[in-house]
């Protein structure tokens, strides 16, 4: 298995362009979440989802989209970057359901940068 | 909603010493505590969790807690060495929930 696979690791943007933060987990989990991680931070919630065709507000999604069309994608759009979107992005997921939770496991993050 | 409040938000530490970083939770249906670590630069990981069936939970050096009437639970680490120097996030779930996620404690552990 490979987890929670995000791509790109790094990435440089201009003001008012667009980019989407892919995430993809191949352990079957319900849940999937997007958070941003400022410097000497923790992590706010951007948006996650419960499921496919499912998709949640967290603590700060303006300036963000997501969709969640199958188990396994959960990508992030950016429609108009601006500089206070400079941040190191993580995807996570984890399986929760009545009987019990899993852990959550984060993908390696995104170092995105808005100049 | 859940809402998880993590203190302290630094500890420093000397080698050898024990650290203690403690967590509250608001809702009663929250039965999964997990604790992760984050090594600089890195994805946070998860260290040891405990669910609500279970007082305490040990795993060598390192020990959570929970008192689910007082809604807190806590991490404990023994004999701090400086590879246990990192950010350190607790979090809580209920049954077919999100999890929330603490604010994080900075760890230091001076050798």
């Known amino acids: 298995n490979a987890g929670v696979t995000q791509t790109p690791k790094f990435r440089i943007l201009k003001i008012g362009q667009s980019m989407t933060l892919q995430c993809t987990q191949d352990?079957?989990?319900?849940?999937m979440y997007w958070y941003r991680q400022d410097p000497g931070m923790g992590l706010k919630l951007i948006y996650y989802s419960v499921g496919a065709g499912i998709t949640d507000k967290g603590e700060v999604p303006n300036g963000y989209n997501v969709s969640r069309s199958t188990t396994e994608d959960f990508p992030l759009r950016l429609e108009l970057a601006a500089p206070s979107q400079t941040s190191v992005y993580f995807c996570?997921?984890?399986?929760?359901?009545?009987?019990?939770?899993?852990?959550?496991?984060f993908g390696q993050g995104t170092r995105l940068t808005v100049v | 909603g859940e809402n998880v409040e993590q203190h302290p938000s630094t500890l420093s530490v000397q080698e050898g010493d024990s650290a203690v970083i403690k967590c509250t939770y608001s809702?009663?249906?929250?039965?999964?505590f997990p604790w992760y670590k984050q090594e600089l630069g890195k994805r946070p990981q998860l260290i040891i969790d405990i669910r609500s069936n279970v007082g305490e939970k040990k795993d060598q050096r390192i020990a959570v807690t929970l008192n689910k009437t007082a809604k807190h639970f806590s991490l404990h680490i023994t004999e701090t060495q400086p590879e246990d120097s990192a950010v350190y996030f607790c979090?809580?779930?209920?049954?077919?929930?999100?999890?929330?996620f603490g604010d994080g404690t900075t760890l230091t552990v001076k050798p």
């Open positions: 979090a809580a779930s209920p049954s077919a929930g999100k999890s929330t």
């Open positions: 809702d009663s249906a929250s039965n999964y």
């Open positions: 996570a997921s984890s399986y929760s359901i009545k009987r019990g939770n899993t852990e959550a496991f």
């Open positions: 352990m079957n989990h319900n849940y």
